[in-house]
Nanobody, 126 residues
Framework: QVQLVESGGGLVQAGGSLRLSCAAS????????MGWLRQAPGKEREFVAA????????YYKDSVKGRFTISGDNAKNTVYLQMNSLKPEDTAVYYC???????????????????WGQGTQVTVSS
């Protein structure tokens, strides 16, 4: 069993920054693919970013490339999402998730994630 706990959400003005953290317990994240996904009101949950820990390969939704950075600290079993140049359309509940899938196409699909955190709210005001 894997437990994921997010933190770091909040209210920020457009153009500002936030860093989300996801602390994993139950197993090391090193053998996993960890992702950040989000869900805005009235919309489906969508992929934001993922990191394949063993190869240190990262994946991003097109609209966040150049603004968001996913990273991890193996010693702390923690994954981060640094969000810069935030926009009102980034407002959503952000979830940390882990998947056992091993093909990159799966990382973009929220239904392929096996473990989920409780979510943290990010609100970007205009």
């Amino acid at each position: 069993q894997v437990q994921l706990v997010e933190s770091g959400g909040g209210l920020v003005q457009a153009g500002g920054s936030l860093r989300l953290s996801c602390a994993a317990s139950g197993r090391t994240v090193r053998g996993s693919v960890m992702g950040w996904l989000r869900q805005a009101p009235g919309k489906e949950r969508e992929f934001v970013a993922a990191i394949r820990w063993s190869l240190m390969i990262t994946y991003y939704k097109d609209s966040v490339k150049g603004r968001f950075t996913i990273s991890g600290d193996n010693a702390k079993n923690t994954v981060y999402l640094q969000m810069n140049s935030l926009k009102p359309e980034d407002t959503a509940v952000y979830y940390c998730a882990a998947t056992n899938a091993r093909y990159s196409g799966a990382y973009y699909d929220s239904s392929k994630y096996d473990y989920w955190g409780q979510g943290t709210q990010v609100t970007v005001s205009s």
